[in-house]
């Protein structure tokens, strides 16, 4: 990965280039991590004018596993310090005159620091540049998602497989989590929510001490972390007997706006088209006042990534993309249903978007 990481600090500094800056200051931990392989906690990364670096990671402390011969690392001798001051000092010294720093991530105090840090060094805003490069991911990126998606399916699938009347959320979801890291995730790529009953469908719904009742809506969403990266999945299921009619129909309802989603994930499609075919199956169902914010998202070392899948969406979804799909409706007092999967943006011509989380949608009763 050490030439993956190389490449892509050197695409960023081509854009540093173009914009006129001479070196560039990451703080944002996931985008300190995709340019360097390691992110320690407060750990940035100074770019320099020059390709191929050398460039610097300043820590408070040695990364754990760093094998990439062209970054440098600067570990504080006072754990304290400030690794963003001690990087806009070491770019002054080194002659630049323009800094990028990642304005959407600083606080304006630490904003205010650097500059009075070194006052001849100007500041100038990198954007959102390194997440755009994030947006398409290579290969071997995708592989770690794939492997994420497979411990949550299996996670979940071992869930299903045993006795859920009268355990509670939580239990459960800690169960989960377990789950995931005995399978080999780093850990939950976000808080597992289990929702029982009258909580079904709910939209990040914290576990409580309800326990589970027969005739239940069951909804879980989960996601695993592996190398960093991040899976989503969510389904729904009921609990004991057959389901009623109303919940078949609910069911049915969100699966074919889901449906309609991933169905629409294909290079050069909108962003906005893709959410408008989820919205509008909801709709065709008398679910329109139901509506999400959004009913997709991007994924990868962050779990809510670009691009956005939601009405003022902009832009235009690239090939070797990862996005959610996650449509859900709730009905106050009744419960209601969530289908969440992660898949990546493929052609027709290599078969369309790869799913990769394959847990059963069926209805099941449990």
């Not at 959320?169 to 808080?191: I, P, Q, S, T, Y």
């Not at 009742?213 to 299921?237: H, K, N, P, Q």
């Not at 962050?302 to 799909?325: F, H, I, R, W, Y």
Request: net charge negative.
């Amino acid at each position: 990965m050490a030439e993956a990481h190389a490449a892509r600090r050197d695409r960023l500094r081509q854009l540093c280039a173009g914009a006129g800056q001479t070196a560039a200051l990451v703080s944002r931990p996931a985008n300190v991590r995709y340019l360097g392989g390691e992110a320690p906690e407060g750990s940035v990364l100074l770019l320099g004018a020059e390709r191929g670096g050398p460039d610097i990671l300043f820590a408070a402390s040695p990364p754990g596993g760093l094998a990439d011969e062209a970054l440098r690392v600067h570990v504080l001798a006072c754990p304290a310090s400030d690794p963003a001051v001690a990087a806009a000092e070491t770019a002054a010294a080194d002659g630049a005159e323009i800094l990028a720093v990642e304005e959407h991530h600083l606080t304006v105090a630490r904003h205010r620091t650097l500059a009075d840090t070194a006052p001849r060094l100007r500041l100038g805003d990198l954007g959102r540049g390194v997440e755009q490069l994030r947006l398409v991911k290579d290969e071997e990126e995708i592989g770690a998602l794939r492997i994420a998606a497979e411990i949550a399916d299996q996670a979940l699938g071992e869930l299903l497989e045993s006795i859920l009347v009268g355990r509670t959320e939580r239990h459960l979801a800690l169960e989960l989590e377990r789950r995931l890291v005995d399978h080999g995730a780093d850990g939950a790529a976000f808080a597992t929510s289990v929702a029982t009953g009258p909580h079904a469908g709910l939209a990040g719904h914290r576990p409580t001490d309800r326990r589970v009742e027969e005739g239940d809506f069951l909804s879980v969403c989960l996601g695993a972390t592996y190398r960093g990266y991040r899976s989503e999945i969510g389904r729904t299921f009921v609990i004991g007997t057959a389901p009623e009619e109303w919940q078949i129909e609910l069911y049915d309802a969100v699966f074919a706006a889901q449906r309609a989603g991933r169905e629409s994930l294909l290079p050069g499609a909108a962003c906005r088209d893709v959410d408008r075919a989820v919205r509008q199956a909801l709709e065709s169902a008398g679910h329109g006042a139901d509506l999400p914010a959004l009913t997709g998202h991007g994924v990868g070392l962050e779990n809510d990534e670009d691009p956005q899948l939601a009405p003022s969406a902009m832009g235009k979804l690239d090939a070797c993309v990862p996005v959610t799909v996650e449509p859900g409706v709730h009905l106050p007092g009744r419960g209601g249903v969530r289908i969440d999967d992660t898949l990546v943006v493929r052609p027709e011509a290599d078969g369309g978007p790869e799913l990769l989380t394959i847990t059963t949608k069926e209805l099941l009763a449990l």
